[in-house]
């Protein structure tokens, strides 16, 4: 069945992303020398320090919750429901997402780099000490610790928010779809999860995966009149 061939194709990306997360295994000193060079790139952690002293309390319990549930909740549940309710739209999310994934494995491989919370700036890892679920030990399993650059959480998110403002005609339900990505992009910052330059580069890599994955769909458009032509 088609649904059958969906999840054994994010099952594949998946085990590709495994892959890569085994060949930067062990390369923490390497990540925290990446990690210094992308603070110097962006002229320290002014912003990100200022974001986590911003937003504590119940705020800071809100944003861990958003970081979880961005790739374990909403992503997949996005995708199934664009699977059965927006077939048109649905190819276009999917192709994006693992398009922009496989993009960003030989980056994760070769560029391994460690988020704000493990990076010896001091700043508080808010997911493992606001939610249940810890940062560490056993769930590094299921996702590669020291994978900053570029961001898959914003720009998943980003692809997201665009298919779910796609899906709709109600205004306020697109502004409501678009805010998901800035969102997420705070979550990010705030709990010490990413740098602002990691959420740059998590953009413009998914943009350039929505370009890869439609490119195919485009060539496929130009060669239908060809064929149409050759056949009359």
Known sequence: MKWR?????????YLFYNAGRGITSGQMDLALANANWVIDAQGGTGVERSVQETFGGI???????????????VLPGVLVAMYRWAPRIYPRL??????????????????????????????????????????AGHSTWFYNPIAAVPSLHCGFAMAI??????????????????????????????????????VAAGLAITGVGYVVALRPRLARRESQPLAVAVAT
């Open 59 to 73: 705020w800071m319990t809100l944003l861990s919750h958003v970081y979880l549930a961005a790739q374990i909740v």
């Open 161 to 198: 928010g665009v298919a779910l403002a796609a899906a709709t005609e109600r205004r306020w339900l697109q502004i409501l779809a678009l805010s998901w990505g800035p969102i997420v992009a705070l979550s990010t910052v705030a709990t010490a999860n990413h740098y602002v330059f990691d």
């Open 5 to 13: 061939r969906e999840l054994l194709l994010f099952g594949a990306a």
């Open 94 to 135: 999917r192709d994006t997402v693992i398009a922009t994934w496989m993009l960003s494995l030989p980056i994760y491989a070769l560029f391994p780099v460690a988020p704000p919370r493990l990076a010896g700036l001091g700043m508080t890892d808010a997911v493992s000490e606001t939610s249940a679920v810890a940062l």
